[in-house]
């Protein structure tokens, strides 16, 4: 299986300056960071008039490319970045700010980020990053400069000039044989495109570049760094799962035989799609739930290596309200993982057993539903089957979330792929409807499965009368309408049902903007929620209409008779 490869070149000198402000730096990672986080070259150049421009420069180099790599796999290239970037420029903002020294630390700053078959670009300053493609050199940042006349520049965004930096940001597809020129202004204000365009065709290295730039009287200091992708990885989502899935589905287990470190106890759950069992760490002895694949499907590579997708997924959320993903064993010889076994009921469960629960009950499972769905949502991850099967209340009460199968993944979407590991549309009542449209979920999608579910607690049934299902369109959606909890529970505060009327409303935007709101307002009365309508059963709405048919039909009739006396 293809991996990706580039060859990279760098070379920095002071050139016929005392000190080098400039730095440049890139890393090459291994295994599954090469495929989740992607390979990384970074350039700066440290403002001169500033008293620390190397210091500005050495920290934006070497910081980014250590705290990128510490970001969770599961974000997108573009959320990392920037979240690295920005914490970088408050840093040298403040060290300016603090020392009093107003400006002492600015730098450019342009990276490129290589991740499967895309190339991220992040740009502040006048640095440049160009792509040299088939005989052809195409600059591809802009450079932030402001001219007051023909000799004289100045930088108009750098590294700490601001509390807040402004980064551009591009992406481009990648072919193989593509180079990416990165230069600091003592290269490109003294080599021209031309110039730059002749060296690459001439397969220059970057020292071969530098040392032009400084036969050309470059006055700066003078950096260059060329990557050059030598190989893309193929199309699929599945690389970082191919070793794990060439792995043999275990066949159906019994009492007392061993897997992969484990002893099994019992069998908990057997479906046609997979069987989780109760076993013991021969190890430690610690009880846990081991999931294995059904060998129903050992001949599917699409299902074995959504099987391993879920245990990517779950690995990557702690929380003490999502259930623990434990890590595999490299020597594992069979496809299975083993998870925290919880000790207690579902709560569809629970919701049979309490057909009209106490508010303050269910308030706490919303907040502990909350705090689970925040741990997804804080690594750029979707739950996308949030329902009563899928929420577990162990012996003390605490709620986990299960079930990642359906996981959507910010940072895993970014991976060409014509396979699609996230086809499931969640659960039919459950799922929001600009999913089951078209495809597309958010944090709001969640917030809807939330709202679902405690209308379901208190009504015994979900609202919108179970029409979102496959078959939906945007007709028939226009025809839903939300029929109120006091209906069937009317005794429930009305404040109660405005709360899960806002958070599954049908339109997204009508929903609460963070789920903290949400679970404000069922713990505290919102006035906007105390101004709605009663609401009347259908059937004393269909009693009352029949009682002013029947009137108006004893009127007209006696109409007809004074008409037909007279």
Known sequence: MKQLKVSITSHSIAGTKPENQDACAYHIPDKQALEYKGITSVIADGVSACERAAEASSCCVNSFLSDYYSTPDSWRVEHCATKVISALNNWLYSQSIRNDEISSMLSTLSVIIIKSNTAHIFHVGDSRIYRYRQGVLTQLTKD?????????????????????????????????NDQFLMTTDGVHDYLNDTSLQNLMSAASTASDIVDKALNADSSDNISAMIVKIEQLPEKNIGEAFDELTERPVPPDLDKGMKINGFEIQSLLISSPKMQLYLAKDINTKQSVALKTPSVNFEDNPQYLKHFMYEQWAGQRIQSPNVVKIHNSNEKSSFLAYAME????????????????????????????????LRAFHRQEMLHCDLKPENI???????????????????????????VDVMDNQGTQGYTAPEVILNGKASQASDQFSLGAIVYEIFASQLPYQNKLDKNLTTQKLSKLSYESILIHRPNLAIWIDGAVRKACHLEITSRYEV?????????HPNSNFLQIEEPVKPEAKLKKYRWYLGLLFALNFILLLLLVTK
């Not at 000790?343 to 469960?349: A, P, S």
């Not at 162990?394 to 895993?412: C, M, N, P, W, Y």
């Open 341 to 372: 076994y919880i000790k207690g009921q579902t709560l569809r469960q629970w919701m049979d057993e309490n057909k009209e629960p106490d508010i303050k009950i269910v308030v706490s499972f919303v907040k502990q539903i909350i705090q689970g």
């Open 515 to 523: 789920l903290s709101e949400f679970l404000y307002d069922l713990e």
């Open 144 to 176: 932030h400069v402001l001219s007051l006349n023909k000799e004289k520049t100045y930088l108009s965004r750098a590294m700490g000039f601001d509390l807040k930096v402004n980064v551009d940001y591009q992406t481009f597809n990648l072919e193989v």
């Open 392 to 418: 577990m209340i162990d012996e003390i009460g605490q709620i986990k979330l299960i079930d990642f199968g359906s996981t959507r993944i910010a940072g895993v979407a970014e991976l060409s792929s014509p």
